[in-house]
């Protein structure tokens, strides 16, 4: 499975066309851009922190998520759309349970329970923690610095 980018089109799938265009227009200061770009954005960037967690995981190219972490990650945008709007009732039981799922899944992936497919072409970024490094201190004074205490 490859690593994939996610697009509005994407979304479209996981939300209604009229939540979609709320989502993207209400809400807005004058002359601010559609925010679901950077909404998308974040949630990339937030899977992409999950999986770079497991030591075991590389990432793909900057912009793209496992193929098997897209339905995840269009729960989380669409979580992240419409947190946007005043209307708490678009965030029925049945969402929230999958927005819960979604999370555990990427705790999954972090700890390494939730196997993802390595991408045929890696990422710019680090896929593991740096390890310590140790140097010798060297001494400040010898014995002839002492001389006379």
């Known amino acids: ?5 996610l697009t509005i089109d994407d979304v479209a799938t996981k939300i209604t ?22 909404i998308i954005q974040s949630v990339i960037d937030t899977v ?3 999986v770079l967690t497991c030591a075991n ?6 912009g793209t998520i496992p193929s098997q972490l897209v339905e995840t990650a269009l729960i989380l945008v669409r979580t992240g759309a419409l947190n946007r709007l005043p209307v708490s009732s678009l ?18 992936v972090a700890a ?10 890696k990422g710019p970024e680090q896929t593991s923690a740096p390890g310590p ?17």
């Not at 499975?1 to 980018?5: E, F, L, Q, S, T």
């Not at 049945?94 to 999954?108: F, S």
């Open 91 to 108: 965030h029925t039981d049945a969402r929230m349970k999958e927005y819960d799922n979604a999370i555990a899944r990427l705790k999954d």
């Open 133 to 149: 490094s140790f140097t010798a201190r060297s001494k400040q004074y010898t014995r002839r610095d002492e001389d006379g205490i």
């Open 57 to 62: 995981n590389t990432v793909g190219p900057s």
């Open 17 to 38: 066309g009229p939540e979609l265009d709320a989502a993207r227009s209400s809400a807005k200061a004058k002359n601010q851009p559609d925010p679901l770009p950077d």
């Open 48 to 50: 992409r922190g999950y």
């Open 112 to 121: 390494c329970r939730f196997t993802i497919e390595a991408p045929t072409e």
């Open 1 to 5: 499975m490859p690593w994939v980018p």
